[in-house]
């Protein structure tokens, strides 16, 4: 017999179609709908202005894949770190990050990740496959329930800086994305998503075609190719001529300007070679740099640069007029922060 189809997979429109196709009003569908992504319905029954008939027409043809919060760890400095458990039993991991007046959810794209870059934990694990948009969705959904829980206000925002590289899983990062910023489903704002990227040119420019309202990313670590093809193979092959031509391409079409998450490493990338690059790169559109503490993951040759050589970065930097940030890890107790995220969790239950 073939498996059940996830109902979250279909669009409102599909699922109207569904319903007039099986004799019932087009309006049914939207109801339907609203069940499964504004009130989180994970059973069939819990529709209750649906009539039985139709919930049991509906548990006949279709499942509803909801993720479960497997492990839940809470850091010493209130970062909450979920193992959540997909249909199939694969787990990924999704972060709130609470400051005293927002909380972020860092939420996963993969199961594991397309690309290899050598200083990061999930890389390790490669890509077992792609998220659906529904295991997004419910990622951000549990997110928001914990912030309301633990911090009594909801998710302001959200960026898809967890597991997996969110530009090789376009659809549905997109489309998880429509229903997290529809009335129908969370209503938030796009302005307060950021899409994280290593950089894939094609889909940047998409980005910009389908006029997206969120904001962009970019791992960039070094803006010299000889350097950022060791630490981040795949710019072989998205080098970084064709991130710069999607960049112009992105300002252009969106006027809005991309962050650049940056690592600064001893003997890597602490020189004053790659000060100069990162300085001519920021040239190109209008960013900001948001320099990222270093997670160490194991005893491999990647060391955070020592604070001077750190200082020395930001005041070129700031001597040129770019804003750089210097962003603190959170939750690295508990292996929440940037780069650890590879389901050590379940090793522990
Ligand atoms: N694939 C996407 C999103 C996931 S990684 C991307 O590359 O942007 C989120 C951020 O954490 C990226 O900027 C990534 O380069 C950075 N990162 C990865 N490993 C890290 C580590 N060990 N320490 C600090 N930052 C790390």
Known sequence: MEAKKDIRALSKEELREFFVA??????????????????????FEDMTNVSKGTRAMLEAN??????????????????VKNAIRLHDGLIVESVLIPTDTRTTACVSSQVGCSFNCSFCATARLK???????????????????ESLLYYNH????????GMGEPLMNYDNVMKSIEMITSPEGLGMSPKRITVSTSGVPHRIKQMADEGTKVNLALSLHSAIDEIRTKIMP????????????????????????????????EGINDDKESIKALIEFCKIIPCKVNLIEYNPI???????????????????????????NVRRSRGKDIDAACGQLANKSKDTV
């Open 127 to 145: 890509r077992m496959r792609d998220l659906n948009p529904g295991e997004i969705y419910d990622q951000v959904s549990a997110i928001n329930q």
């Open 22 to 43: 099986n004799g019932d009003k087009a309006f049914r569908g939207n109801q339907v709908y609203e069940w499964l992504w504004h009130k989180t319905a994970h059973n």
């Open 154 to 161: 909801k998710l302001s925002n959200i960026v898809f800086m």
């Open 62 to 79: 279709f499942v509803i894949n909801h993720i479960e919060v497997d492990q839940m760890q809470r850091s010493k400095d209130g970062t």
């Open 298 to 324: 194991d005893d491999g040759p990647f060391q955070q640069a020592s604070p001077a050589t750190i200082n020395n970065y930001i005041s070129n930097l700031e001597m040129h007029d770019i804003t750089v």
């Open 234 to 265: 795949f710019n072989k092959k998205y080098d970084l001529a064709s991130i710069k031509e999607a960049l112009i391409y992105w300002y252009h079409k969106t006027e809005r300007h991309v962050t650049y998450e940056y690592v600064v490493w």
